[in-house]
């Protein structure tokens, strides 16, 4: 009795461990890339947030003894011809390119929501015209017309937020035009309307929340791409002009030393690409948990 018990017993584990065999394999499989960008951009935050804790070194230190060395114990990114540590400047450096990043998505997404938002809630001529307009907007690539705006402007930190905000605002403005005219047409809004609310209510009550959930995954995922326009324009000398520069003026520092210093510029390059990687895992976890169609199977 006792061994038809414990064969019994031994059975249940074996069934139960096969049942969260999957679930291990599903974790190890994708959640580990998504712990590992979510460590990543809160180290990022902590280096913007908190520099001179992380930071061995001031960034605008400079050492005669220690020009151009390789990466070592004591530099852990090397130096570069000024005897600055490159690890010290890149976290410092990661101030200025997130507030870029940041920021530029903030103002971008807050303009292009409302026009977005208004364009597709009034409708008639005025929708017709911010949308031929936005469609304009949208034909000229968006690095072009943030060089051009930063270009005219001038090299600036409120610059080039601008100039990175306004060459998102096409594709904030699409993308909420779309979802409110999708929720407008829904039965509830039409409820609402026919019981007597006011368009405003109806637009504040049921149709702005309802529409925002792809509005902030694209923002989440225009994070990357707005640091790496910032960049961009920072390695072509339209960026912040600071005592301590950011990854894209570091990139443009060091393209000169790539043969007798690599360290100059691959280190703030990788550190773009790995906090970028990061951000656009994350957003493709919100956009799969934000799809209705995922939602439902679920």
């Known amino acids: 009795m006792r061994e038809a018990v414990s064969a019994k ?53 400079m050492r005669t003894d220690s020009i151009m060395q390789a990466p070592s114990g004591a530099h852990l990114f090397g130096t570069d011809y000024f005897g600055r540590d490159i690890f010290s400047v890149v976290v410092y450096g990661s101030r200025d390119s997130l507030f870029i990043g940041f920021a530029s998505v903030l103002v971008g997404g807050l303009l292009g929501g409302t026009i977005g938002a208004l364009s597709g809630y009034a409708g008639g001529w005025i929708d017709t015209a911010i949308m031929r307009l936005n469609d304009v907007l949208m034909t000229i690539p968006g690095i072009l017309l943030a060089l051009a705006i930063a270009g005219a402007l001038g090299p600036s930190l409120f610059n080039i937020v601008l ?48 529409s925002l959930s792809p509005l902030l995954v694209m923002a989440a995922i225009g994070i990357g791409t707005s640091i790496l326009t910032g960049s961009g324009l920072s390695f072509l000398g339209l960026g912040v ?39 656009n895992i994350i957003g493709d976890r919100l956009r799969d948990h934000f799809d209705p169609k995922k939602v439902t199977q679920r």
């Open 241 to 279: 002009l600071r005592e301590v520069p950011d990854w894209g003026t570091l990139l443009s520092q060091g393209r000169g030393y790539l043969t007798a210093a690599w360290w100059i510029c691959t280190f703030p390059g990788l550190a773009i690409t790995a906090f970028v990687l990061s951000v």
């Open 163 to 210: 100039a990175v905000a306004v060459s998102s605002v096409p594709g904030y403005a699409r993308v909420m035009r779309a979802q409110v005219l999708s929720i407008k047409s829904r039965t509830f809004v039409k409820a609402s309307v026919s019981i007597g609310a006011s368009p405003l209510r109806v637009f504040w009550k049921h149709v702005l929340p309802n």
């Open 9 to 61: 017993t031994v059975w249940r584990e074996r069934k139960l461990a096969a049942a969260a065999a999957p679930k291990i394999r599903k974790f190890t499989a994708s959640d580990l890339f998504l712990v590992a960008a979510g460590l990543i951009i809160l180290f990022v935050a902590a280096c913007a947030i908190v520099p001179q804790w992380i930071a061995p070194y001031a960034p605008t230190e």
